[in-house]
């Protein structure tokens, strides 16, 4: 009964492929998200969902593809994985997209590209 | 300019005692919203506690409390008792639905390191 769950929770890679990490959320929320965090730990926002409609899409490369086929699942597709995408993912939620509503986050998904 | 700072790149503490992290912030706003999260070694992200702008009174959750001070942009995190558990990077994030798109943004983190 996770919350908010992401897989696959590894990925190793080449580059030049094509990746996919997929999320879901069980808590009946209307917003979802994804948070890149770096080797140095330091998270940005990169995609928000607002009830499949995306609401913020940050200065991410357009090989970076978010697709919500429903409120309950965010998707993240990567094209042409090069060596800076290595770095952990997170997939959150939030009840609604205002700012008193925390987020819920997954347990992340840690990517390297080699 | 950073929006969240956080000043404390470590800190440590040893186990029963107590710990401040600091977080300042930068904004225009006066109505916005709060968070300490933590980051344990498992990876996941937790929410510790939150604090609504408007409101004077510091939240509290168990061993966890704040020190905000609206006028001086600071958000500091208490640990009380501090336990072994408690060993995580802590984030600062700050939000608000009137600037930076309503977007949560994070500090740079804190290692928090705990002794026996």
């Known amino acids: 009964d996770t919350a908010v769950s992401q897989t696959p929770k590894y990925l190793v890679t080449q580059m030049g492929n094509d990746k996919s990490i997929k999320c879901e959320q069980n808590?009946?929320?209307?917003?979802m998200y994804w948070y890149k965090q770096d080797s140095k730990k330091f998270l940005k926002i990169m995609f928000s969902?607002?009830?499949?409609?995306?609401?913020i899409n940050e200065t991410v490369p357009n090989r970076f593809s978010p697709k919500s086929p429903d409120k309950a699942h965010l998707n993240l597709h990567i094209n042409s994985l090069e060596l800076g995408d290595s770095a952990v993912y997170f997939c959150?939620?939030?009840?609604?997209?205002?700012?008193?509503?925390?987020?819920?986050f997954g347990n992340g998904t840690r990517l390297t590209v080699t | 300019a950073q929006t969240v700072t956080q000043s404390q790149p470590e800190m440590s503490v040893q186990e029963a005692e107590t710990v401040t992290l600091s977080c300042t912030y930068d904004?225009?706003?006066?109505?916005?919203?709060l968070f300490w999260y933590k980051q344990p070694p498992s990876r996941q992200m937790i929410l510790v506690i939150r604090?609504?702008?408007?409101?004077?009174q510091n939240a509290t959750e168990n061993r966890f409390s704040v020190n905000f001070q609206k006028a001086a942009k600071s958000f500091s995190l208490k640990i009380s008792d501090s336990q072994l558990g408690d060993a995580a990077m802590y984030f600062c994030?700050?939000?608000?639905?009137?600037?930076?798109?309503?977007?949560?943004?994070f500090g740079a983190g804190t290692i928090l390191r705990v002794k026996s």
């Open positions: 959150a939620s939030s009840q609604v997209f205002l700012g008193n509503s925390p987020l819920h």
């Open positions: 994030a700050y939000r608000s639905d009137m600037e930076y798109g309503n977007k949560l943004v």
């Open positions: 808590l009946g929320h209307d917003t």
């Open positions: 969902y607002n009830n499949k409609e995306l609401i």
């Open positions: 904004t225009s706003e006066s109505d916005y919203y």
């Open positions: 604090q609504e702008a408007y409101k004077q």
